[in-house]
């Protein structure tokens, strides 16, 4: 082989290491499976998911029209108040799109409840979070959203407190 040659293969295989390293490093965290149990101890510890209620399949049927086959549910008891967290895990794939579309359908259809009376309420939902994450899915509604979702993201990280 002619030095042009052996060149082009170090180059390839340095390329190819290169991406390799490169996709590891974007999955870490991501893509490992953290225990709901976990997610939910590292959630209550957060700012104002104390003031929540954890809810039971029902209450997240009748808020979602689904219940993911894992996540954790916050709410309030109180009907004049739309904080709420949820934290579902979709191993298999095939509910994301459906748990997007149900917080978008939940976020409007609380925003038509809320918009001429509650305008707090309705500001709240106007900044309500969603977000995927490898398995996860994350939704938050409260003035305290981001801290709930910067905590969300440290669990995943493996670098919760």
């Known amino acids: 082989m002619n030095r042009k040659k052996i060149l082009t293969i170090a180059q390839i295989a340095i390329l190819a290491g290169i991406l390799i390293f490169v996709i590891l490093i974007m999955r870490q965290g991501i893509s490992r499976e953290v225990p709901m149990d976990q997610i939910a101890q590292a959630m209550e510890k957060q700012p104002g998911v104390d003031e929540l209620l954890r809810k039971d ?9 689904m219940v993911p086959d894992s996540y954790i549910y916050y709410k309030s008891d109180d009907i004049m108040d739309v ?36 305008t707090n309420q309705f500001d709240l939902l106007q900044h309500a979070l969603t977000m995927q994450r490898g398995d ?17 993201l440290k669990v995943l990280a493996g670098r919760s407190e």
Request: charged share 25%; no cysteine; net charge negative.
């Open 83 to 118: 904080r709420e967290l949820l934290i579902a895990r979709d191993a298999d794939g095939d509910q994301m799109d459906q748990l997007q579309a149900a917080a978008s359908e939940r976020v409007a259809e609380q925003s038509d409840n809320f918009e001429n009376y509650g």
């Open 57 to 65: 399949d029902l209450l997240t049927y009748s808020s979602f029209g």
């Open 136 to 152: 996860y899915f994350f939704y938050a509604v409260g003035d305290e959203a981001e801290q709930w979702q910067d905590a969300f």
